[in-house]
């Protein structure tokens, strides 16, 4: 854990205080919301097939920290500052989703465990892991009609679209040294951000409060954004116990995230060797040596460049959150945005 001086030195563009913000801190703003909506997430599932009913149980304990959910709680209170029902129901539907996500990406990677636990795949087989994925999402769509609201359904429906084109553009660039930074946005705005403005998005349309609308959007979309960044710079400064999969992961799995796009975009005129070297490996998905590439990524000042972007996309979320009515709920999401940044430090 970084000391809290470091902490304020790069992170001086968000609120910080004394002392690094806790996750835990921030759920117990909304605890009792939290409580509720946590068991709704897998007591909303009613399937009459057994074998449904384990894999979703098993993913569901397997899950996060419910970030989603609890940027739902937070905004429903921004909004209205009351225990309301709905916004409980659809946050345990965005946590629905997101684990239906999960899933599919396990598949999809050949993920043996998440979170230090196995997948799916690996407990079952691929066959159930990505029906039962399917099941989630439809299961999401069944709850969602419930609240009889068509622009819920179209923001939810358009979304969930952007979601899996999200995922088939990251495999359509697998293996792909000519991937482009406006590629990779695209790419995470579909996959990562479109998840969190439903999240936020979803609650003004439930509390009848399109004022907020533009505001949870943009801080849907650019906390989105750098949330994503920042997970990919860690995937070669992080520790792999810590983050619970193994550096250099994505080099492997040919996925052109940004601090590989920009290494290649910094080695190609700079230095030619190091730049076939990052080419290959991408290109096949054999890293030579782990540490090499590593090596030539921090070197090359692709992970500087990526933590200024988070920054900036960071800051983007914070500017539209600074024109929501100040409040504990307000604070909890610029908490939430420094709590992700610290992760860089």
Not at 131 to 153: H, K, Q, T, W
Request: hydrophobic share 40%.
């Amino acid at each position: 854990m970084p000391t809290p001086n470091t902490v304020t030195n790069h992170a001086h563009h968000i609120d910080t205080n004394s002392n690094p913000i806790s996750y835990a801190q921030i759920q117990s703003i909304v605890a009792c919301d939290f409580e509720i909506m946590d068991k709704q997430v897998f007591g909303s599932l009613n399937s009459k097939v057994q074998l449904v009913m384990s894999v979703s149980q098993h993913v569901i304990d397997a899950g996060g920290k419910r970030m989603r959910p609890l940027i739902s709680l937070l905004c429903s209170r921004i909004c209205d500052d009351k225990q309301f029902k709905p916004a409980m129901h659809l946050g345990a539907i965005t946590e629905m989703l997101h684990t239906a996500t999960l899933v599919h990406d396990d598949v999809i990677d050949s993920s043996k465990m998440r979170r230090g636990k196995p997948t799916a795949n690996a407990m079952w087989d691929n066959a159930t892991a990505v029906l039962v994925g399917d099941y989630l999402i439809a299961r999401a769509f069944n709850l969602l009609v419930e609240f009889g609201s068509l622009p819920l359904l179209k923001l939810f429906s358009d979304g969930t679209c952007d979601i899996a084109e999200g995922e088939v553009l990251q495999l359509q660039h697998q293996h792909n040294p000519q991937a482009t930074e406006e590629d990779y946005m695209k790419i995470i705005d579909g996959k990562t951000s479109r998840l969190f403005m439903l999240s936020s998005q979803g609650v003004a349309i439930l509390h009848n409060r399109p004022e907020f609308n533009d505001a949870f959007a943009k801080f849907g979309q650019h906390f989105g954004n750098a949330f994503q960044i920042i997970d990919d710079v860690l995937d070669f400064t992080g520790d792999s116990d810590v983050l619970g999969k193994n550096v250099g992961d994505d080099i492997a799995e040919g996925k052109p995230t940004l601090p590989l796009i920009k290494a290649l975009e910094f080695t190609k005129t700079n230095n030619p060797n190091d730049y076939e070297t990052l080419r290959i490996a991408i290109q096949t998905g054999e890293a030579v040596d782990i540490t090499k590439i590593i090596h030539i990524v921090k070197s090359s000042g692709a992970v500087d460049y990526c933590c200024q972007k988070a920054l900036n996309e960071t800051n983007l979320a914070k500017n539209a959150v600074l024109s929501l009515p100040n409040s504990i709920y307000r604070q909890g999401l610029l908490d939430l945005m420094q709590l992700a940044s610290q992760r860089l430090y």
